[in-house]
């Protein structure tokens, strides 16, 4: 089975300041995605980010970029100018061509926003 | 478009009892899958269909079941609840089965299992 570790329960940030949520995942495939997700309070899962493995950019989303070191099988989460909305839980994901359709999601990193 | 939706949104339960959930995809979606999320093993993948038809099932006992009528909608059953049942139950929907599709998740149902 694929494995995805978030080796960081909790992080916090000052309000404005820049934060990195860290993530590794393990698999022989080839063909994958990976995926930021945030569950606020409410515990609904909102997509924040996704990487398709081929492509070498790395994704961004206004204030959210991803770090993808695919040799290093790292993902790695960046939230520029911390706002007190992005306090939530965030979940690392990964989804493959060959394992089904189902997502592996790593165990979460609580993010808190300073003010 | 209205998104995915999931009912009961809260619910409790006697151990020993059964239960069932609903959840209603994105209009025009064929695939739902659902996953269970508690505090001491994460989110799991309990199973997927599409068009009607389980695709992949994930590691749990039998007494988790599900299926998906002709309008896509899903419902999973869990029957002689235990206490360990206790958790937020996600379904996530998406146009297609591969991993091309962006699957979109429901608010959850909270089981509370007493």
């Known amino acids: 089975a694929q494995t995805v570790t978030q080796s960081q329960p909790e992080m916090s940030v000052q309000e404005a300041e820049t934060v990195t949520l860290s993530c590794t995942y393990d698999t022989s495939e080839s063909d994958y995605y990976l995926f930021w997700y945030k569950q606020p309070p409410s515990r609904q899962m909102i997509l924040v980010i996704r990487?398709?493995?081929?492509?070498?950019q790395n994704a961004t989303e206004n204030r959210f970029s991803v770090n993808f070191q695919k040799a290093a099988k790292s993902f790695s989460l960046k939230i520029s100018d911390s706002q007190l909305g992005d306090a939530a839980m965030y979940f690392c994901a990964y989804r493959g061509s060959n394992t089904g359709n189902q997502f592996y999601f790593g165990t979460g990193t609580s993010l808190t926003v300073i003010p | 478009k209205a998104g995915v939706t999931q009912t009961p949104r809260y619910l409790i339960k006697t151990r020993g009892q059964q239960v069932t959930l609903s959840c209603s995809p994105i209009?025009?979606?064929?695939?739902v899958s659902w996953y269970q999320q508690t505090p001491g093993q994460g989110l799991q993948f309990l199973f997927e269909?599409?068009?009607?038809?389980?695709?992949n099932k994930g590691n749990f006992p039998g007494r988790f079941s599900g299926r998906q009528f002709s309008n896509s909608r899903s419902e999973m059953n869990v029957s002689t609840l235990e206490l360990g049942d206790s958790a937020l139950y996600l379904c996530?929907?998406?146009?297609?089965?591969?991993?091309?599709?962006?699957?979109?998740f429901g608010p959850g149902t909270r089981l509370t299992v007493t």
């Open positions: 209009s025009g979606h064929r695939s």
């Open positions: 996530a929907s998406s146009l297609g089965a591969t991993v091309a599709y962006e699957q979109y």
């Open positions: 990487q398709e493995a081929y492509k070498q």
């Open positions: 269909y599409f068009s009607e038809t389980q695709r």
